[in-house]
């Protein structure tokens, strides 16, 4: 199956290349590649040294993981070159098998002789190659490779254990769903690993002269030696990704065509002793920048400011289902296991409020680990409509399905955790017949309920904020002569890539619109920013330098920003909860003196407009009534998209008001 794919993705790029007509091949080419590796583990052992484990046989295994490197690519004659590349790849991946065995049934309070056994090691290896190759070319752009990878291999690190799959069922010998677990380093490792490497791919030029290169690629790698010496164990993967590659700039092949003939003879010219010059195109160009759309404001300065920023974003405990399923949408964040071990909360800082709640379900594990007396309920719910009326048994199935990820991957136990089940929930959405599915798709869901607030905590993300004046800088390029060029926008005087942002430009007349914070390690790393231009009808670059300053610290300048979002109201309804409470606490005691207030309410887009937005206002309003702030403060925004009003979680996170509050620091 694995040469069957290959070989298709052979036949497409050779098709795409076929209007290709004129050979660069005699051309140097250097670059950087980054490919996606599936990892494919060929094994033929019972267990790894010394370490106890009772399966019949390990075979084969997987992982998903990645390659990074760079090359460089000569060329010996018009159809065959040589590539040399050094890369890294993470090698590691995951070996299962599974067996029958005699297990202790709890429920039944007897052995049963027959039940499934689940066999894992968890291998973590990586490597740094060599890759010395021979590439054909058989049309223009396209590159067939042979050759091998020279890696080095430095260590194996291994999590192995044996879990029973079925429910209730227990080893005999230590009462429990999991034996045999054990972690480590193995010895004797094969350092050298060779491997024969085959591989295809497709350049596709990014300007006209085509010295850079996007380059999609594929390459196969067969392992010749054992991981180990202990061990029949090799390692094959298959890499596709995609190289950027600068070639040097091509020879000039143009062929002049000898003149036409013709019945008149002409008289004998003198003989011109003195070479023909290519006339210079020198035409008159120029680059402007602005901080205003309509060219009002030249500008030459960018003055910055920082300021600290803390955002507390609510954390919607709700995981909605598909119509007629009780399996978790693929849109929510699950680990294995062995990846539990690594979740952090920090992680998540950095993420929209949408893509934190995707985390949801390893936020409560990650929480009920941290507070071990800690319990939830569960309460399973349908929409009670549309093939769901009256399945009370879906309802159930569907926080089971919550129960089995929180106990079996994250080891919460099950005693810790309470299953109900009803039909609509108790604050269920009802709409019009217009929106109706919209409603059921609310309806669809599990709700997570603590003994405890910390579970379901708001999320609380610290960060620095950037803010320039002018906040855009609009750069306006003049050359009657260019039918498109490349701006670059780089720190001080260097033109390195690393410290650039690039815009492509097919029209003249096009302005470019840089938001300066969007690339505030510029910024913040340079005392100045070079705009430059650069095309094939042009003798020369042309620059244009702004000026970046700091903003000077006065005691008006030097502040803190805290925004804070209160969700979960319910459909049509604008009334406090307990946890919006909660937050409101928070705020009532971070307003000071000094603090300028701020308080919108919005709402989804489901229902009438001009209800909505007296629906957010009252919103707004009751909040700004709890904590103690004038009315004047206050605005009702109406239909927001905060989150995407496609989904029902992104309707409840627009169901909301936020209150942003801004203090000066003494």
């Given at each position: 199956?694995?040469?069957?794919?290959?070989?298709?993705?052979?036949?497409?790029?050779?098709?795409?290349?076929?209007?290709?007509?004129?050979?660069?091949?005699?051309?140097?080419?250097?670059?950087?590649?980054?490919?996606?590796?599936?990892?494919?583990?060929?094994?033929?052992?019972?267990?790894?040294?010394?370490?106890?484990?009772c399966c019949q046989r390990f075979e084969s295994g997987s992982g998903n993981q990645f390659s990074i490197g760079g090359l460089y690519e000569f060329p010996v004659s018009n159809?065959?070159?040589?590539?040399?590349?050094?890369?890294?790849?993470?090698?590691?991946?995951?070996?299962?098998?599974?067996?029958?065995?005699?297990?202790?049934?709890?429920?039944?309070?007897?052995?049963?002789?027959?039940?499934?056994i689940l066999h894992t090691i968890n291998a973590s290896l990586a490597s740094i190659g060599f890759e010395p190759l021979v590439s054909y070319n058989p049309v223009r752009g396209?590159?067939?490779?042979?050759?091998?990878?020279?890696?080095?291999?430095?260590?194996?690190?291994?999590?192995?254990?044996?879990?029973?799959?079925?429910?209730?069922?227990?080893?005999?010998?230590?009462?429990?769903?999991?034996?045999?677990?054990?972690?480590?380093?193995?010895?004797?490792?094969?350092?050298?690993?060779?491997?024969?490497?085959?591989?295809?791919?497709?350049?596709?030029?990014?300007?006209?002269?085509?010295?850079?290169?996007?380059?999609?690629?594929?390459?196969?790698?067969?392992?010749?030696?054992?991981?180990?010496?202990?061990?029949?164990?090799?390692?094959?993967?298959?890499?596709?990704?995609?190289?950027?590659?600068?070639?040097?700039?091509?020879?000039?092949?143009?062929?002049?065509?000898?003149?036409?003939?013709?019945?008149?003879?002409?008289?004998?010219?003198?003989?011109?002793?003195?070479?023909?010059?290519?006339?210079?195109?020198?035409?008159?160009?120029?680059?402007?920048?602005?901080?205003?759309?309509?060219?009002?404001?030249?500008?030459?300065?960018?003055?910055?400011?920082?300021?600290?920023?803390?955002?507390?974003?609510?954390?919607?405990?709700?995981?909605?289902?598909?119509?007629?399923?009780?399996?978790?949408?693929?849109?929510?964040?699950?680990?294995?296991?062995?990846?539990?071990?690594?979740?952090?909360?920090?992680?998540?800082?950095?993420?929209?409020?949408?893509?934190?709640?995707?985390?949801?379900?390893?936020?409560?594990?990650?929480?009920?680990?941290?507070?071990?007396?800690?319990?939830?309920?569960?309460?399973?719910?349908?929409?009670?409509?549309?093939?769901?009326?009256?399945?009370?048994?879906?309802?159930?199935?569907?926080?089971?399905?919550?129960?089995?990820?929180?106990?079996?991957?994250?080891?919460?136990?099950?005693?810790?955790?309470?299953?109900?089940?009803?039909?609509?929930?108790?604050?269920?959405?009802?709409?019009?017949?217009?929106?109706?599915?919209?409603?059921?798709?609310?309806?669809?869901?599990?709700?997570?309920?603590?003994?405890?607030?910390?579970?379901?905590?708001?999320?609380?993300?610290?960060?620095?904020?950037?803010?320039?004046?002018?906040?855009?800088?609009?750069?306006?390029?003049?050359?009657?002569?260019?039918?498109?060029?490349?701006?670059?926008?780089?720190?001080?005087?260097?033109?390195?890539?690393?410290?650039?942002?690039?815009?492509?430009?097919?029209?003249?007349?096009?302005?470019?619109?840089?938001?300066?914070?969007?690339?505030?390690?510029?910024?913040?790393?340079?005392?100045?920013?070079?705009?430059?231009?650069?095309?094939?009808?042009?003798?020369?670059?042309?620059?244009?330098?702004?000026?970046?300053?700091?903003?000077?610290?006065?005691?008006?300048?030097?502040?803190?920003?805290?925004?804070?979002?209160?969700?979960?109201?319910?459909?049509?309804?604008?009334?406090?909860?307990?946890?919006?409470?909660?937050?409101?606490?928070?705020?009532?005691?971070?307003?000071?003196?000094?603090?300028?207030?701020?308080?919108?309410?919005?709402?989804?887009?489901?229902?009438?407009?001009?209800?909505?937005?007296?629906?957010?206002?009252?919103?707004?309003?009751?909040?700004?009534?709890?904590?103690?702030?004038?009315?004047?403060?206050?605005?009702?925004?109406?239909?927001?998209?905060?989150?995407?009003?496609?989904?029902?979680?992104?309707?409840?996170?627009?169901?909301?008001?936020?209150?942003?509050?801004?203090?000066?620091?003494?």
């Open positions: 199956m694995l040469i069957k794919y290959v070989l298709v993705f052979f036949f497409f790029l050779s098709y795409a290349c076929i209007a290709q007509t004129i050979a660069d091949n005699q051309r140097e080419r250097f670059g950087v590649f980054t490919h996606f590796t599936i990892n494919i583990h060929s094994a033929d052992f019972q267990q790894l040294p010394n370490i106890d484990n159809r065959f070159g040589l590539s040399l590349r050094a890369s890294y790849t993470d090698m590691s991946g995951e070996l299962q098998t599974k067996e029958n065995k005699p297990v202790f049934d709890i429920a039944a309070n007897r052995l049963v002789q027959q039940a499934t396209m590159r067939l490779f042979t050759g091998m990878r020279i890696a080095y291999l430095n260590k194996i690190s291994f999590i192995q254990n044996e879990t029973i799959e079925q429910p209730g069922f227990v080893f005999v010998e230590n009462n429990q769903k999991v034996r045999n677990e054990r972690q480590g380093d193995l010895a004797n490792i094969v350092n050298i690993q060779n491997s024969l490497m085959f591989g295809a791919s497709m350049e596709f030029p990014l300007n006209k002269v085509r010295t850079l290169l996007l380059s999609p690629e594929l390459f196969y790698s067969l392992g010749l030696q054992n991981l180990t010496t202990d061990l029949s164990w090799k390692y094959n993967s298959l890499r596709f990704g995609i190289a950027l590659k600068f070639a040097t700039p091509p020879m000039d092949t143009r062929i002049i065509a000898p003149p036409a003939d013709s019945t008149t003879q002409p008289k004998p010219l003198p003989i011109v002793t003195q070479s023909p010059q290519t006339p210079k195109i020198n035409p008159e160009y120029s680059i402007q920048t602005y901080s205003s759309i309509n060219k009002e404001t030249p500008t030459d300065t960018i003055i910055y400011d920082t300021y600290f920023s803390r955002e507390i974003k609510p954390l919607l405990h709700y995981i909605f289902f598909d119509k007629n399923s009780s399996e978790i949408a693929s849109r929510y964040t699950l680990l294995t296991r062995e990846n539990t071990k690594k979740f952090t909360l920090e992680n998540l800082s950095r993420l929209n409020i949408l893509d934190t709640y995707y985390s949801l379900l390893n936020i409560v594990g990650k929480r009920l680990k941290d507070y071990p007396k800690a319990k939830i309920t569960l309460v399973g719910c349908v929409s009670d409509n549309n093939g769901e009326k009256g399945n009370i048994s879906l309802a159930k199935n569907r926080a089971l399905s919550i129960q089995k990820y929180l106990t079996e991957t994250w080891g919460i136990d099950s005693k810790r955790i309470t299953v109900e089940s009803r039909l609509l929930p108790m604050n269920y959405s009802r709409t019009n017949d217009a929106n109706k599915a919209a409603s059921d798709e609310e309806n669809r869901r599990v709700e997570i309920v603590s003994d405890i607030p910390e579970i379901t905590a708001p999320f609380i993300a610290n960060d620095t904020v950037y803010e320039t004046s002018p906040p855009i800088v609009y750069a306006i390029v003049h050359n009657p002569l260019m039918k498109g060029y490349t701006l670059q926008i780089c720190g001080d005087n260097t033109l390195n890539l690393d410290n650039c942002v690039r815009y492509e430009r097919y029209n003249s007349a096009d302005t470019i619109a840089w938001k300066a914070t969007d690339d505030y390690h510029l910024i913040e790393k340079n005392k100045a920013i070079t705009f430059a231009i650069n095309n094939d009808d042009m003798s020369q670059k042309v620059y244009k330098k702004i000026i970046v300053q700091q903003k000077k610290q006065t005691m008006s300048s030097r502040k803190t920003v805290e925004t804070y979002r209160l969700i979960l109201f319910d459909f049509d309804k604008s009334e406090l909860s307990d946890n919006h409470r909660r937050i409101a606490d928070v705020i009532q005691e971070n307003i000071t003196s000094t603090t300028n207030v701020s308080i919108e309410g919005s709402t989804d887009f489901l229902g009438d407009a001009a209800y909505n937005r007296r629906l957010s206002l009252e919103r707004a309003s009751a909040t700004a009534r709890y904590i103690g702030v004038p009315q004047q403060f206050v605005e009702g925004k109406g239909e927001q998209e905060y989150s995407t009003n496609s989904l029902p979680e992104g309707r409840f996170y627009n169901r909301t008001v936020t209150v942003k509050l801004v203090n000066i620091v003494p």
